[in-house]
């Protein structure tokens, strides 16, 4: 069974920095695209970025293109999303998810819906 369990979120003054990570159990990812996505109160789960299976390719929500940066460590199964200079719009509940056929850049387009596995979610709030 597939495990996704998020960290890093919490509270953070506008212009501040987090690392979210997401560790995976379960089964063999390394072939997985893998991706962050995010929900506010009231707005739909939104794409963030999403990271091939080998490390090679990203993509981003423009709104955080040059603020966050996802990242694997394949070693150990665990994804990162490094953000930085935080705005009070990215408050929101901050979802790891991972499919083994649908590509990364793919997974930007693609209703959240479509993809196979999730985390619990880990909180952002960020103050102005």
């Known amino acids: 069974q597939v495990r996704l369990i998020e960290s890093g979120g919490g509270l953070v003054q506008g212009g501040g920095s987090l690392r979210l990570s997401c560790a995976a159990s379960?089964?063999?990812?390394?072939?997985?695209?893998w991706a962050w996505f995010r929900q506010a109160p009231g707005r739909e789960r939104e794409f963030v970025a999403s990271?091939?299976?080998?490390?090679?390719?990203?993509y981003y929500l423009d709104s955080v293109k040059s603020r966050f940066t996802i990242s694997r460590d394949s070693a150990e199964d665990t994804l990162y999303l490094q953000m930085n200079s935080l705005k009070p719009d990215d408050s929101a509940v901050y979802f790891c998810?991972?499919?083994?056929?649908?590509?990364?850049?793919?997974?930007?387009?693609?209703?959240?819906?479509?993809?196979?596995?999730w985390g619990q979610g880990t909180q952002v709030t960020v103050s102005s």
């Open positions: 998810a991972t499919d083994p056929l649908i590509a990364a850049q793919t997974m930007s387009v693609i209703e959240w819906s479509r993809v196979s596995f």
């Open positions: 379960g089964r063999a990812f390394r072939t997985y695209t």
């Open positions: 990271i091939n299976w080998s490390g090679t390719s990203t």
